[in-house]
């Protein structure tokens, strides 16, 4: 049913140049995905730190005024470090990333054999992105790229819009979701003339880490929130669920296709089947994910067992290439039968 | 500065009328406050939980779908039982709250002196809030009183919006932020053609609980989110922010008393001034509160050392009326001076 693509990793963190000559690529991994003039485009999330030194763990935050890079730098014996997260550690009580993320643009003729900017085509600006920018979604509305992703800074983790005709000049747009908000996904056409999104907010007290829908007249202001669903307990996707990427029309309905963690926060991806006019109602969902961390590049990597997609085409012939990150680490890429997802839905 | 009222605490549990007769009042507080017709109106936040029977622990949750009670009772002997807070307690896996919230309307001619109504004005009813709603806070736009609510259910804790004209028929309008988000405090008035609100939404991974801002065109859609005040660590506003009412229009600019509390849980009201036109601009912020827990219906309660306060009334002659919760259990008010206010902020 998932035909991996022979070439995975498709991008390797030692494939793309880093941004600095004193930087390295930490990470390359959970593109957004869009075609563009007949290629395929990714919007890699490039995760960047400084050459580390023995003894020291350093990570680059950016200036929110002046957006310069500033070089967090502390040393390992010291008692008030916690650095046994690979993605996160604590100096002093401030929480900081290991790394700082942009976005680097690849395109591929074939969607398998990409080619790496050698420089970034959006990096972290402003006070809601000092830690970085990442995990893309792009959403095509009329002849406009829209390109939604998580911006990261002691402010919280909000979700920010930006858009593009071209891949080559971005406006942002700000802040569409405020804290803990991420995996948000546009639909790429109206609904009774409302835009919709899928958004994933942190709900603390209960309800857990679940998949909500929003619309829109603008893009940009959203309201009438309502649940779609929640994890599981003791299923794939007991701990988490969270969008992918945009939803593709399907006679059916709208098919998305999420993700959803369990306990040993294994990711894996499912399906979701969305009614056509009224998206808040769930008609069907994946009992089993099809998409499961087994290869050698889904079951190792920064974290283990890790399959999160954030890029989806869908190649109007009944197929569907999926961009996943795989262990966190790099981009990886499968095909999968619309008909095959649908049949498990049934 | 401070002029607490001398017949506080205004409304006590004991006030107020169950809403059936096996059910009692465990807390009367946290009101929403207006002007209407030359006299005081509050919207009162009446917690409710079923006669409790010995060796039980009993509480009332609301169908999704009938709106009908459904009542929840756990023996105290329980091993699956955790009842330690007296807010919360958690069976079998699920948090519940002690008591289920609806709003009862309470009026007054003088402003101390209140009649209870012997109904809910407005009960909890759909999906999110099946666990009651809570803490009104009520903001007049021309002829119309928008009142944002909490609303608690098992899919999280979202901010809702109500109108009414007069207090006798409501409108609801839906979830305006979802979860985990409240305290949001509507402007009275539009900024450059935008509504304006107050917001605060919980961010996990950094961030805290900090007071957002977001503005609408239409007060249902918010948008343009961005940060406002944060937590001070170690100081009175340590913990947690949240705004307080509607902010007030002052020539020096938007006066926003808002409530902080620290690492102890007390619960005080500072002042947050903010630019007339840009009003995510922070001109000045309380170094030490105004309104501490002091006096024995605000020192003792449900929990105790808590003033927090969702109702406000200016009166027009430089004075404020502020209505609040004391000790988390029953509602109090006391008056204090713009001007008292403002000269802490210079």
């Not at 804290?179 to 899928?198: H, Q, S, W």
């Not at 959203?222 to 701990?239: F, K, L, N, S, T």
Request: aromatic share 10%.
């Amino acid at each position: 049913m998932i035909q991996r693509f022979s070439n995975n990793p498709l991008i390797s963190p030692r494939d793309v140049k880093p941004s600095r000559p004193d930087f390295e690529v930490l990470c390359a991994f959970n593109p957004g995905a869009a075609s563009y003039e007949g290629r395929k485009v990714l919007l890699v999330r490039v995760a960047e730190r400084p050459l580390q030194e023995k003894g020291y763990i350093s990570t680059a935050v950016t200036d929110p005024v002046t957006g310069e890079l500033k070089i967090v730098r502390c040393p390992l014996d010291d008692p008030d470090l916690d650095a046994r997260d690979p993605r996160i550690f604590c100096y002093r009580g401030v929480n900081y990333l290991t790394s700082l993320s942009h976005f680097r643009t690849a395109i591929s003729e074939d969607g398998k054999s990409f080619t790496i900017d050698s420089k970034p085509s959006l990096s972290a600006s402003g006070p809601y992105e000092t830690y970085g920018i990442e995990d893309a979604r792009i959403t095509k509305l009329e002849d406009t790229f829209y390109i939604n992703y998580t911006g990261v800074s002691q402010l919280g983790v909000v979700t920010c819009l930006a858009r593009t005709r071209d891949f080559r000049a971005f406006e942002k747009l700000g802040v569409i979701f405020g804290p803990d908000n991420k995996d948000v996904a546009i639909f790429p056409e109206k609904i009774d003339g409302r835009y919709y999104t899928l958004h994933r907010p942190a709900a603390k007290f209960v309800g857990g880490l679940a998949i909500w829908l929003a619309s829109s007249d603008n893009l940009l202001d959203w309201g009438r929130h309502q649940a779609v669903i929640g994890p599981r307990r003791g299923e794939w996707d007991g701990e988490r669920v969270g969008a992918g990427a945009a939803p593709i029309k399907t006679p059916q309905g709208w098919l998305e296709l999420y993700h959803g963690s369990d306990e040993n926060t294994r990711y894996c991806t499912g399906a979701l089947l969305l009614d056509l006019e009224k998206p808040w109602r769930v008609i069907a969902r994946s009992q089993a994910p099809f998409l499961i961390p087994e290869a050698p590049y889904e079951r190792e990597g920064l974290l283990p067992n890790i399959v999160f997609h954030s890029g989806l085409i869908d190649n109007g012939n009944g197929t569907l290439d999926l961009y996943y990150g795989g262990g966190d680490l790099q981009t990886c890429g499968c095909r999968v039968l619309v008909e095959d997802i649908l049949r498990t839905l049934k």
